[in-house]
């Protein structure tokens, strides 16, 4: 059974970091990503990563935020830096791809529970 568990989550001042963690069980997945869902808003992509470290980014983190994996404890992490209130979400693992565009959450069957993460001004 596939189990994703995403932590780090918490309230930071705007400008300061949070780093998030997404250890999986049950098997090892080649593409993981985080994506995010503010209030009232929709399940959007923040980042991705393939198994050989091909990295990407939705444009509004760049320069901010850093995805990286241990493959050995197939756990995948996300250093986010300079946050900013717009950050204020709550953050979703994801694996399992199934081909297609990345930044699509249809494109992946499994997800973890969430972490939230709040970004005060």
């Known amino acids: 059974q596939v189990q994703l568990v995403e932590s780090g989550g918490g309230l930071v001042q705007a400008g300061g970091s949070l780093s998030l963690s997404c250890a999986a069980s049950?098997?090892?997945?080649?593409?993981m990503a985080w994506f995010r869902q503010g209030p009232g808003k929709e399940r959007e992509f923040v980042s991705g990563i393939r198994s050989l470290g091909m990295v990407y980014y939705a444009d509004f983190v760049k320069g901010r935020f850093t995805i990286s994996r241990d493959n050995a404890k197939n756990t995948v992490f996300l250093q986010m830096n300079s946050l900013k209130p717009e950050d204020t979400a709550v953050y979703y693992c994801?694996?399992?791809?199934?081909?297609?565009?990345?930044?699509?959450?249809?494109?992946?069957?499994?997800w973890g529970q969430g972490t939230q993460v709040t970004v005060s001004s």
């Open positions: 994801a694996a399992e791809f199934t081909g297609g565009r990345l930044e699509e959450a249809a494109n992946f069957r499994s």
């Open positions: 049950g098997r090892t997945f080649n593409t």
